[in-house]
């Protein structure tokens, strides 16, 4: 069970670079560059579709609600309402892939209508259920208002800024074609102010530059409302997004059940299973030799004797994989002071717990911390490491810490991998700090609970 480091746990390895061999980086500040980038271009382009689209949105949902409902008195409004909700349903669709398209947001979609039966009625009654499509309706009726919002903003903003920053290329068109000298920034009955020398012209030209350099980042900052709101509205709910992790972690739990139980039955039919069925045969030998030769069946009991002792070993080694006495016995401090001693380097341990949580989470703690010295004693190249266990509110902690070579990573679909999936199974976190040279910190955090009160 044991996680490689050279291998499984990615050593050696370093921050991914570009292709040409080291990162991207722009000539000009982030500032400079915003009007031109094409993130700005596509943020304004939602904004600027918004308008019409919150139109369509927001008549539908209105027309068919209020249709719906004024003909609930008869059936008719029934199958309206649904098929309202299923049009807002589909408009959701598109809006989400809007949103991926222009906005790069990646929102799943919610949950599907779970219809018990076949039949018309049954479809109305699950989309009349759904908590999706009422939230698809309310996202078409407050979508509008915030839209007609952001587009005066954006619009205004954007033709602003560049006006004014081209002002310099093209105002001889007020004294050409309109009569007057300039852009009028003030005038009443007797006094005018144009801007119309070099200097104002110039402030005026910077002014928009401002402006220019201003506008993405309040696009942007609409776009993130628009974020919200399609995330919020479009996606799926907390709750269905708590049952398909649960059910995630459920199905991890049974596979790595199957695992261990085939890993049980490979050891015993390897291991002890071997070895008692040629203790059994030389046994029966040792028995048929008893008269001939006495002093030959004695050798063979004594082989015997020693293939008994090993066979008891490899029985007590699978029963501590399985679960060890002294974890039972004794709890996480004797138990993590045990496989620590065998670990090849010096290891402290240090166990702060006023109480001793419940026995599978005490389980976990132990393997978890079990499978992370295993791995600081057979590829770590580590002279000391340190266990440290303490309980944080609602949370057990675990800290193990070894001064090795460093470079672990656990996205890289490594073992600790595989490791941080059991974890988060149970609700438990494993969080890897490991820069290149060590010294590495892996954290490990699971739910606490207490061991219930036997009566």
Not at 278 to 304: I, T
Request: glycine share 10%.
């Amino acid at each position: 069970m044991a996680t490689e480091y050279g291998q499984d746990y990615g050593f050696g390895g370093g921050p991914g670079l570009s292709a040409d061999g080291g990162s991207r980086r722009h000539r000009l500040p982030a500032g400079l560059r915003a009007p031109f980038e094409a993130r700005s271009m596509r943020e304004l382009g939602y904004v600027l579709l918004g308008l019409p689209i919150g139109i369509t949105l927001f008549v539908y949902a209105v027309t068919m609600m209020a249709l719906g409902a004024g003909l609930l008195v008869t059936f008719v409004g029934v199958p309206v309402l649904a098929a309202g909700l299923a049009g807002c349903r589909g408009f959701g669709a598109l809006e989400r892939a809007r949103a991926r398209g222009l906005l790069g947001l990646d929102v799943a979609s919610p949950e599907p209508l779970r219809v018990p039966k076949a039949g018309a009625m049954a479809w109305m009654g699950a989309i009349l259920k759904s908590g999706a499509s009422w939230r698809s309706l309310l996202y078409g009726v407050l979508y509008l208002p915030w839209s007609v919002f952001s587009f005066c903003v954006a619009v205004t903003f954007w033709t602003v800024g560049w006006t004014t920053l081209t002002y310099p290329l093209w105002f001889w068109v007020f004294p050409t074609y309109v009569g007057q000298d300039g852009i009028q920034l003030y005038g009443d009955e007797t006094h005018r102010i144009y801007l119309d020398n070099p200097f104002e012209i110039t402030v005026t030209a910077l002014v928009g530059l401002l402006i220019t350099l201003v506008t993405p980042w309040i696009v942007r900052a609409l776009t993130t409302v628009d974020r919200v709101m399609v995330y919020g509205l479009l996606g799926p709910s907390r709750l269905a997004t708590r049952v398909v992790e649960l059910e995630s972690d459920r199905g991890v739990v049974v596979d790595t059940a199957a695992a261990d139980l085939r890993r049980i039955e490979r050891d015993l039919h390897d291991g002890a299973q071997a070895r008692l069925v040629s203790l059994a045969m030389d046994l029966g030998l040792a028995k048929e030799k008893l008269r001939e030769d006495p002093q030959a069946a004695a050798r063979m009991v004594d082989e015997a004797h020693g293939e008994v002792k090993t066979a008891l070993q490899e029985l007590r080694d699978l029963a501590r994989g399985i679960h060890p006495a002294v974890l039972t016995d004794r709890g996480l401090d004797a138990a993590l002071s045990s496989v620590a001693s065998r670990c090849t380097v010096p290891v402290r341990v240090e166990v702060d717990l006023s109480e001793r949580p419940a026995s599978a989470i005490e389980g976990i703690a132990y393997f978890t911390v079990s499978e992370l010295l295993q791995n600081v004693s057979k590829h770590a190249r580590a002279t000391a490491a340190a266990v440290e266990v303490w309980r944080a509110e609602n949370r057990l902690m675990l800290l193990v810490v070894d001064n090795g070579v460093g470079g672990a990573d656990a996205s890289a679909g490594s073992g600790l991998a595989g490791l941080a999936e059991r974890l988060d199974a149970v609700d438990g976190i494993l969080v890897v700090d490991s820069p290149v040279g060590g010294p590495t910190r892996i954290t490990a955090e699971l739910p606490w609970r207490s061991e219930p009160v036997r009566r």
